[in-house]
């Protein structure tokens, strides 16, 4: 997926794709892409905890 999805509401979102019509072969390259973009987003939560983290103590929450 593009790094402009991240700007897109959710709504507008590309919808999910048709499995059915897809090979053994194309579903495990889409298991493949499905599982970085999840490392790519676990990334960020752990960057904005950090960023949390750190503006909490700058302002002694």
Same mark, same amino acid.
Do not use: P, T
């Given at each position: 997926m593009?790094?402009?999805l991240?700007?897109?509401p959710h709504a507008l979102r590309p919808k999910p794709l048709?499995?059915?019509v897809m090979s053994? &072969? /194309? $579903?495990?390259?889409? #298991? &493949? /892409? $499905?599982e970085s973009? #999840?490392?790519r987003v676990?990334?960020?939560i752990v960057r904005k905890?950090?960023?949390k983290?750190?503006?909490?103590?700058?302002?002694?929450?």
């Open positions: 593009s790094e402009d991240d700007e897109q048709d499995l059915d053994v &072969g /194309e $579903l495990s390259e889409y #298991i &493949g /892409e $499905l973009e #999840i490392e676990r990334s960020a905890e950090e960023q983290v750190a503006a909490d103590a700058v302002f002694k929450r």
